[in-house]
C-alpha cells in the first residue's frame, strides 16, 4: 500500500512527515501566496462554505486541517451574528490542523474567543465520538496519507445528523480551460513559490497533489461509503474548486 504525495508514490507512514515538512516552509507566507495564487478568489470560496455551513449558536464545528484559521474567523463571525440575532450560547469552534507552525501562523493573528486551537491529525482527531455539530475541512483533504481514514474519523465525531463539508480543489470540467488550467499551475505557480515564499518546491508539491486528488464523483462516491447521505456538489470556477456536503447518518 502506498499514499501519494504529489506525483510520487510514498509509504503511507511518511506521508504526514513529509506534508509536514511542506508546510512548515510555508506556514509565514500561506496566506499571501492563497491571495496571489487565485487573485483573491480563495475568499470567495471560503466565505461560500462557510456560509453554506450556516453556523449557529451554541453548536460545536471543527475546522480540521485548519491551518491559520481562515476558515474559522469566517465561521465565528456568522456564527456570533445568529446568535445576535436569535439568543443562546456561542458556537465553539475547534481548529485543528497537523502542522504546528500553521497553528502558530494563525495563533500569531488574532481570533475570536470562539476559537480554539489544537494540533492533531485529520485521520486519528483528538476529539470525542458524536460530539460535534459540523464539520469541515478546507484545502486540506488531499493532504492525508488516507482519505477515505479521514471520511470515517469526520462521520466518527459527528452527531447523527450533523453535516459535512470539503472544500477542495478539484477537476476542471472542461477540456480547453483544464489545459489553460494545467499551463499555469505547473509553470506559475511555482514559479510564484519560489519568488514570494522562496520554496518552488513546495508549490510544485501542492500543484502535484491536486492532480491526484479523486475528482468531484469519486470523492462523492467516497463520502457515501464514509455513511454520509444526501451527498451533493457545488463547483466554483469551472471545476477547479468543489464543495462537497453531506449528513452524518
Keep these: ?43 470567495l470560496w471560503k466565505d461560500a462554505a462557510a456560509a453554506r455551513l450556516n453556523p449557529q449558536p451554541g ?48 495563533r500569531r493573528r488574532g481570533a475570536a474567543p470562539e476559537i480554539s486551537w489544537a494540533v492533531g491529525d485529520a485521520q486519528r482527531l483528538p476529539l470525542p465520538s458524536a460530539g460535534a455539530d459540523a464539520y469541515l ?22 452527531r447523527p445528523g450533523g453535516r459535512f463539508l470539503c472544500l477542495e480543489f ?14 499555469y499551475s505547473f509553470r506559475l505557480i511555482p514559479r510564484l513559490g519560489a519568488r514570494v515564499a522562496g520554496d518552488a518546491e513546495a508549490y510544485r508539491y501542492l500543484v502535484e497533489s491536486i492532480r491526484r486528488f479523486p475528482d468531484q464523483q469519486r470523492l462523492a462516491a467516497m463520502m457515501g461509503e464514509a455513511g454520509f447521505s444526501r451527498v451533493s456538489v457545488t463547483n466554483f470556477a469551472a471545476g477547479a474548486v468543489a464543495l462537497h456536503q453531506g449528513w452524518a447518518i
Excluded at 475541512?137 to 459527528?158: K, P, Q, S, T
Aim: hydrophobic share 45%.
Design 170 to 183: 478539484s477537476r476542471v470540467e472542461a477540456a480547453m480551460l483544464r489545459r489553460l488550467y494545467d499551463a
Design 137 to 158: 475541512i478546507g484545502f486540506g483533504l488531499r493532504n492525508v496519507a488516507d482519505i477515505a481514514a479521514a471520511l470515517d474519523e469526520a462521520r466518527r465525531v459527528l
Design 59 to 106: 453548536e460545536t464545528i471543527v475546522d480540521c486541517a485548519g491551518g491559520t484559521g481562515d476558515l474559522a474567523r469566517r465561521l465565528a463571525h456568522l456564527a456570533n451574528a445568529a446568535t445576535r440575532r436569535r439568543g443562546g450560547d456561542p458556537a465553539r469552534i475547534v481548529v485543528i490542523d497537523y502542522n504546528a507552525e500553521m497553528i502558530e501562523a494563525g
Design 1 to 43: 500500500m502506498s499514499a501519494p504525495f504529489g506525483f510520487r508514490d510514498v509509504d503511507p507512514a511518511e506521508k504526514p512527515r513529509l506534508v509536514r515538512e511542506v508546510f512548515d516552509r510555508v506556514a509565514r507566507r500561506y496566506d499571501l501566496m492563497n491571495d496571489l495564487m487565485s487573485l483573491g478568489a480563495h475568499r
